[in-house]
Nanobody, 120 residues
């Protein structure tokens, strides 16, 4: 069983930046960030596997960067040029299989989430 703990959320004005972190308690091959805005379904926005293969949703491509430090079992999400529509609860997800996916059902481990609020 792998536990995931997110940090780094907060409130920021439009155009600002935030960096999210997700610490994993053990080895994970695939990791990803999801988000869920009020009244909307959870959306996969970025994924990365152990060897660095990346995938981004069109909604964040060019503004967000996913990365990981394998030695620290930590996942990051650098978010730049934030918009009010980026306001959501952000979740870290992981799996010990090779997935590189933005599909929720591919991941077995989930964090509790960290809130990001972007004001206009």
């Amino acid at each position: 069983q792998v536990q995931l703990v997110e940090s780094g959320g907060g409130s920021v004005q439009a155009g600002g930046s935030l960096r999210l972190s997700c610490a994993a308690s053990g080895y994970t091959y695939s990791m990803a960030w999801f988000r869920q805005a009020p009244g909307k379904e959870r959306e996969g926005i970025a994924s990365i596997n152990y060897t660095g293969t990346l995938r981004y949703a069109d909604s964040v491509k060019g503004r967000f960067t996913i990365s990981r430090d394998n030695a620290k079992n930590t996942l990051y999400l650098q978010m730049n040029s934030l918009k009010p529509e980026d306001t959501a609860m952000y979740y870290c997800a992981a799996d010990q299989r090779w997935v590189v996916s933005l599909r929720e059902y591919e991941y077995n481990y989930w964090g509790q989430g960290t809130q990001v609020t972007v004001s206009s």
